[in-house]
């Protein structure tokens, strides 16, 4: 080790202590300076032992450290002790840096004085990276859980003690760490919960498991419920012992929320199509039965009057199923417009023809000013005469008998501008933008009777701005009538359809065979007598399992069937018929459903035309008008 030994010692020791590599053990005299040095010394400072013997220890250590006398603190503190031990940078001769355990043994010799210091050293730099790692990722972990504002992340302990806090947890939870650490995590559940075991039942499964994710209704601070997603996971050390479990809690009540709006949603929808099919299901047998008594000649003066009646609310009573049903569309994002070239004067008429008759029974006034040369664009034509009549129906319900009804339509550079404006009783000022609100109506109508269902002028606007256009209220005040205004782009473009056309689709259809198939009774009779009183071969029957009996013995050309019967559906019925009449075959749907999916529906089974009960003359008219070109 040395060629002046400190003190003799067996050689076996010496040879022992020499070979060492893994640790630098060495001696030092009383002030420091080293005495010996070992292979191991050697390899970790880099010094050859005739380099470093005679020199003091403080070579070993930084610059600041003997600054501050910390070297030789460490011999005090092993005089004082016996024994100290530290851990701290030291230097090698390369001036590169490693991590070192330090143990300095104060040597004494038989009569206690103190002769010198054993010192051994280790390199733990590898150690102290690991740890410094470690120390590194656990802060860089423990910045992110803090940083993570949307996620309750907690542990608890294995009785589910709250043992830490992220920021989230205080943001969805609404505790600070100090109110909520050693308290048990039931505190967030609700009473009914803790009282049915929920929080143990929990933890439970997710020991037993391995992970437990469940949802259900948590309690913040201030006393709020939220709707929670929890995932519990149990969390054990190396020997398998449960030490806890993580846990993980995000808000969901805006999901659950937007969930159950969906859901109630679809409901309603679902709601709104089943009840207008069973309103429509009657108002068949009505329509038809107004449409017999229309043709019969010579009607007595009285029953002309009740047929006007009938007439009037009948068309009333379809439109607000109608619109009912097209505003559940529109918020359901359904509802899909079928635009095509048009002029804009022929809406307009078609629209007040439809209004004429309520306007006249009302002893109403109805003033028109339409341009002479076509308006020519391209749009939904029902759905801009159905906004246009909800005008009109609108106007004639809040005007008083003897008041008058303007309609206008001028063109102001590429928009098509329409006023309607009546001599009612107006619409306050505050009131202008409300009444386009769904269900708002403003005051009562002037007794006529069919208040509505204050849906109309919201609809009106939803479709008119469905085209790209704009609809408006204005009214100097109550008592002052009011002046609505809809605006629509014109297309100069648009290539109008050639009036013989409309002319020829008009044209009466010849005489077919008709077998009308549906549970209803009273629809299926009314329908056979009107298509008898238009001069076709008309025959009924009143279920699904009689319709293909029927047809092999009547050998009809046209069917009109019904889907929802009770002995069965027209799908099937459908299918059958086509099996026993193999020729020419034109069968439409009939039917209180009339939604796009129940059209597309139809359509895909193989229905040629889809009749939503109940029927107009002019669609019934076209379907037989089609039917006769199939077999012609």
């Not at 050859?48 to 460490?74: K, N």
């Not at 070192?100 to 990276?129: N, Q």
């Not at 909800?390 to 206008?408: D, E, F, H, K, M």
Request: glycine share 8%; proline share 4%; net charge neutral.
């Amino acid at each position: 080790m040395s060629s002046q030994p400190f003190s003799r010692s067996d050689d076996r020791f010496r040879l022992l202590v020499d070979s060492v590599q893994d640790y630098a053990i060495f001696m030092l005299d009383t002030a420091g300076c080293v005495q010996t040095w070992n292979a191991g010394a050697q390899r970790l400072k880099g010094y050859e032992a005739d380099e470093i013997i005679g020199r003091s220890f403080e070579t070993f250590y930084p610059a600041e450290a003997v600054e501050r006398g910390w070297p030789q603190e460490e011999l005090r503190r092993a005089t004082a002790l016996g024994r100290f031990e530290d851990e701290g940078w030291r230097v090698r001769k390369d001036g590169s840096t490693f991590w070192a355990s330090v143990v300095i043994t104060a040597l004494r010799d038989a009569r206690g004085r103190l002769v010198g210091f054993g010192k051994v050293t280790r390199d733990l730099t590898e150690r102290k990276r690991h740890d410094e790692a470690l120390r590194h990722s656990e802060e860089q972990f423990r910045l992110l859980m803090e940083a993570v504002k949307d996620y309750a992340i907690f542990m608890l302990d294995p009785e589910g003690r709250v043992l830490t806090w992220n920021a989230g947890a205080r943001a969805i939870k609404g505790y600070t760490a100090g109110e909520v650490v050693g308290r048990h995590f039931s505190m967030f559940f609700t009473a009914q919960d803790v009282a049915a075991g929920a929080p143990q039942r929990e933890l439970d499964g997710a020991r037993c498991t391995g992970g437990l994710e469940a949802e259900g209704w948590r309690v913040r601070k201030d006393g709020t419920l939220f709707w929670a997603n929890v995932v519990i996971t149990p969390v054990h050390d190396d020997a398998g012992v449960l030490r806890g479990f993580a846990k993980v809690t995000r808000d969901l009540t805006e999901q659950r929320r937007m969930q159950e709006l969906e859901h109630s949603s679809r409901r309603m929808h679902e709601f709104l199509a089943m009840l207008a099919h069973e309103l429509r299901n009657p108002l068949a047998p009505i329509r038809n039965a107004n449409e017999i008594m229309q043709r019969m000649p010579e009607l007595p003066a009285p029953l002309v009057r009740v047929r006007q009646i009938i007439d009037r609310q009948l068309r009333h009573l379809t439109r607000l199923i109608d619109d009912l049903l097209d505003v559940a569309r529109i918020v359901n994002g359904k509802i899909v417009l079928k635009t095509e070239p048009l002029d804009y004067r022929e809406v307009v008429n078609a629209s007040l023809d439809a209004i004429r008759p309520v306007v006249v029974s009302r002893n109403q006034r109805l003033e028109v000013a339409l341009p002479d040369a076509p308006l020519a664009m391209r749009a939904d034509a029902t759905r801009i005469s159905q906004s246009l009549q909800n005008l009109l129906n609108n106007a004639s319900r809040y005007t008083p008998a003897g008041g008058a009804i303007r309609v206008a339509v001028r063109v102001e550079g590429s928009m098509c501008v329409t006023t309607v404006e009546d001599t009612g009783q107006g619409i306050a000022a505050a009131a202008l933008e409300r009444i386009f609100g769904l269900f708002e109506q403003e005051g009562p109508p002037h007794g006529h009777g069919d208040g509505g269902l204050g849906i109309g002028l919201s609809l009106a606007r939803k479709l008119v701005e469905l085209h790209g256009g704009a609809l408006s209220a204005f009214s100097e005040g109550l008592g002052h009538g009011s002046r609505f205004t809809m605006l629509l782009s014109l297309e100069v473009s648009a290539h109008l359809p050639r009036p013989q056309a409309l002319a020829e689709a008009a044209a009466p259809a010849a005489s077919r065979r008709v077998l009308v198939v549906d549970d209803n009774r009273d629809s299926a009779d009314s329908m056979v007598a009107l298509l008898q009183l238009l001069g076709h071969e008309a025959h009924a029957v009143y279920g699904a399992r009689a319709a293909a009996e029927a047809a092999r013995g009547f050998r009809p050309q046209v069917v009109l069937l019904d889907l929802n019967m009770p002995d069965g559906d027209g799908f099937s019925v459908l299918r059958q018929l086509r099996e026993v009449m193999p020729g020419p075959l034109f069968v439409a749907a009939m039917t209180g459903y009339g939604l796009e999916t129940d059209r597309r529906r139809t359509a895909l089974a193989g229905f040629q035309a889809h009749l939503t009960k109940p029927v107009g003359m002019e669609e019934l008219e076209r379907v037989l008008t089609e039917a006769a070109g199939l077999s012609a």
